[in-house]
């Protein structure tokens, strides 16, 4: 079997980043790895991760690679569904209460914990501005969650989120409404649409 071939194969399929995970899970000796980077293919960007030279750094990928349970959620979800112009400087993201998040908060990230049976509720996936797949909440999951952390927003980044999503035309009211009830915050969210819409 040509392991670097398959190596190459798998850059290619993962857009020029590839973690150890993804070497061991295709059946590929970790050595090759290593030879790609003696030759210049490959740089290491951190531990277990690593870009073809061609390749930009995406940080977003990167960062949900290095941290697979965190969902991108509240400002870093705005952000994907056009719902805010500010770029994600921090990213927030949303994991199962419980978890260790030491290392995702040490990385400068905004943590949200949610009990397990809501963490998958509203879960899609989105692309980076580099193109590549990450996980997040769709717009509705998204709209509950900034109100339902308003106390931890910056008012005018919720306001204009809120603006924003009632007007457009892809809106999902019926599913808001669904999620509100199982967040229980339909009576706070009603209150927001009443001057809105």
Do not use: W
Not at 64 to 77: N, W
Not at 85 to 100: E, F, I, Q
Not at 114 to 122: A, Q, R, S, T, V
Not at 170 to 185: E, G, V, W
């Amino acid at each position: 079997m040509d392991y670097s071939a398959k190596l190459h194969n798998l850059i290619k399929k993962h857009n020029g980043v590839i973690s150890t995970r993804f070497v061991t899970e295709a059946g590929i000796p970790r050595t090759y790895l290593s030879e790609f980077v003696r030759k210049g293919v490959l740089e290491r960007l951190e531990r277990g991760i690593y870009i073809a030279r061609d390749c930009y750094d995406d940080e977003m990928y990167r960062f949900q690679m290095r941290f697979k349970q965190a969902i991108f959620s509240h400002e870093t979800a705005l952000y994907f569904h056009n719902l805010t112009d500010r770029d994600p400087l921090v990213y927030s993201v949303t994991v199962k209460t419980g978890m260790n998040t030491k290392s995702l908060r040490n990385s400068g990230a905004k943590v949200y914990s949610i009990k397990p049976e809501l963490y998958e509720l509203g879960s899609t996936t989105a692309a980076t501005p580099y193109n590549r797949v990450v996980r997040t909440y769709d717009m509705e999951r998204t709209i509950c969650d900034i109100i339902r952390s308003r106390s931890q927003m910056d008012i005018e980044i919720l306001t204009d989120a809120l603006k924003r999503y009632t007007t457009r035309k892809d809106k999902n009211l019926p599913q808001l409404m669904r999620y509100a009830d199982k967040f229980r915050i339909t009576n706070v969210l009603r209150k927001y649409l009443e001057v809105l819409l």
